[in-house]
Nanobody
Framework: QVQLIESGGGLVQAGGSLRLSCATS????????MAWFRQAPGKEREFVAA????????HYADSVKDRFTISRDSAKTTLYLQMNNLTPEDTAVYYC????????????????????WGQGIQVTVSS
């Protein structure tokens, strides 16, 4: 069973930055695709960003493009999300997710396609 453990969340003022990390259990699992999703209070979970292991490409929601950067460590077992120029609209619980095999681009933003999920971490941006 793969476990994902997020860290790095917290409270930040608008315009500030945070870096989220997602470590896989035992540091041995390297998913074909890894992604970040978020869920704000009263809203549905939404895609934030994803990176595919072999293709090496990254994908972002329009709302975070040019502000957030997704990356993986060299062993590809830890996922990061660098979040800059944060706004109150970024306030949400952030989840990392992964699966063994990669996904085609049309499915990469679809939460049910991912097998393993972290417990979520709160990010709060004050105005």
């Amino acid at each position: 069973q793969v476990q994902l453990i997020e860290s790095g969340g917290g409270l930040v003022q608008a315009g500030g930055s945070l870096r989220l990390s997602c470590a896989t259990s035992g540091g041995t699992f390297s998913g074909g695709v890894m992604a970040w999703f978020r869920q704000a209070p009263g809203k549905e979970r939404e895609f934030v960003a994803a990176v595919r292991r072999f293709a090496g490409d990254t994908h972002y929601a329009d709302s975070v493009k040019d502000r957030f950067t997704i990356s993986r460590d060299s062993a590809k077992t830890t996922l990061y999300l660098q979040m800059n120029n944060l706004t109150p609209e970024d306030t949400a619980v952030y989840y990392c997710a992964t699966r063994v095999n990669s996904l085609v681009l049309t499915a990469i933003r679809d939460g049910p396609q991912y097998t393993y999920w972290g417990q979520g971490i709160q990010v709060t941006v004050s105005s």
